[in-house]
């Protein structure tokens, strides 16, 4: 049979997405999910998404890693399947949809390219040394580092994702340099094993992260660039708790498709 497929991209981070309420397509099968997702055997993309009716909600969000496996919360997923569902008329200008992680909250610019995406609240950052681990969806490591364009993500994100800590569980790691007027972050991502051109969970706990380092509070808006473009992060946060979080940024159309399955 055909499937009908489209392609979608939030700052580099790219998705194939599947209309799933009418369709019925079984994909609890990581062989199935990880040849679509290849490069250069497939469609390619570091993640699959389908969009299912949910009772309740306006759509439900089932995203797998390009690995086949099932996922935690994907930001820029996120926002991809939101502009993806304003395309098909599933939304107009707001949404309330579920994830993996729970009920999000969204909303959609006028000409459908501009995506805010609320992101759960996160009251616990703990210690690695000097670095920091949180989870805003999806567990991530966050490092401050200096020179960062020059660094090998591949390698160095290998390093921390595979130590005796984090190999079990995996975890996603994040590189931080701060520019003063904007964060720079590259990041190496667990399920897709390699570094991706952002990352929403990411680039969210790198701003938390870096509110806790500054001893910032108050109402927060943090600009950060990614290898794939510009992102923004807003919240709150009072010493203690990060809430009305905000992952904003662009999600686009690439193309559309069918592929034999």
Same mark, same amino acid.
């Given at each position: 049979?055909?499937?009908?497929?489209?392609?979608?991209?939030?700052?580099?981070?790219?998705?194939?997405?599947?209309?799933?309420?009418?369709?019925?397509?079984?994909?609890?099968?990581?062989?199935?999910?990880?040849?679509?997702? =290849?490069?250069?055997?497939? !469609?390619?993309?570091?993640?699959?998404?389908?969009?299912? &009716?949910?009772?309740?909600?306006?759509?439900?969000? !089932?995203?797998?890693?390009?690995?086949?496996?099932?996922?935690?919360?994907?930001?820029? *997923?996120?926002?991809?399947?939101?502009?993806?569902?304003?395309?098909?008329?599933?939304?107009?200008?707001?949404?309330?949809?579920?994830?993996?992680?729970?009920?999000?909250?969204?909303?959609?610019? =006028?000409?459908? +390219?501009?995506?805010?995406?609320?992101?759960? =609240?996160?009251?616990?950052?703990?210690?690695?040394?000097?670095?920091?681990?949180?989870?805003?969806?999806?567990?991530?490591?966050?490092?401050?580092?200096?020179?960062?364009?020059?660094?090998?993500?591949?390698?160095? *994100?290998?390093?921390?994702?595979?130590?005796?800590?984090?190999?079990?569980?995996?975890?996603?790691?994040?590189?931080?340099?701060?520019?003063?007027?904007?964060?720079?972050?590259?990041?190496?991502?667990?399920?897709?094993? &390699?570094? +991706?051109?952002?990352?929403?969970?990411? !680039?969210?706990?790198?701003?938390?992260?870096?509110?806790?380092?500054?001893?910032?509070? *108050?109402?927060?808006? +943090?600009?950060?660039?990614?290898?794939?473009? &510009?992102?923004?992060?807003?919240?709150?946060? =009072?010493?203690?708790?990060?809430?009305?979080?905000?992952?904003?940024?662009?999600?686009?159309?690439?193309?559309?498709?069918?592929?034999? !399955?």
């Amino acid at each position: 049979m055909k499937m009908k497929f489209y392609k979608y991209q939030g700052a580099g981070n790219d998705f194939v997405i599947v209309d799933n309420r009418k369709e019925g397509i079984n994909h609890h099968n990581p062989a199935f999910i990880a040849k679509i997702c =290849d490069r250069r055997f497939g !469609v390619g993309g570091d993640g699959m998404m389908f969009l299912q &009716d949910k009772p309740g909600y306006d759509f439900e969000m !089932v995203y797998y890693n390009s690995d086949g496996q099932p996922s935690s919360m994907c930001g820029n *997923g996120g926002r991809c399947i939101v502009a993806f569902a304003h395309d098909l008329g599933v939304i107009q200008g707001e949404t309330n949809f579920l994830a993996v992680d729970g009920e999000h909250y969204a909303k959609i610019s =006028d000409s459908g +390219t501009w995506v805010s995406l609320q992101m759960i =609240d996160v009251d616990v950052i703990k210690n690695d040394g000097e670095d920091y681990v949180l989870n805003t969806g999806s567990p991530h490591y966050v490092h401050l580092t200096s020179g960062l364009n020059q660094q090998n993500m591949f390698e160095e *994100g290998r390093k921390i994702r595979y130590n005796d800590v984090y190999r079990e569980e995996g975890i996603n790691v994040n590189f931080v340099e701060d520019k003063g007027n904007y964060l720079f972050v590259r990041t190496y991502e667990r399920g897709v094993e &390699d570094e +991706t051109y952002a990352c929403g969970t990411g !680039v969210t706990a790198v701003a938390l992260a870096m509110a806790k380092h500054r001893q910032t509070i *108050g109402t927060i808006s +943090t600009p950060i660039k990614v290898l794939g473009g &510009d992102l923004n992060i807003r919240f709150d946060y =009072d010493g203690k708790r990060f809430y009305n979080i905000y992952l904003e940024g662009p999600a686009k159309k690439v193309f559309e498709g069918n592929i034999n !399955v």
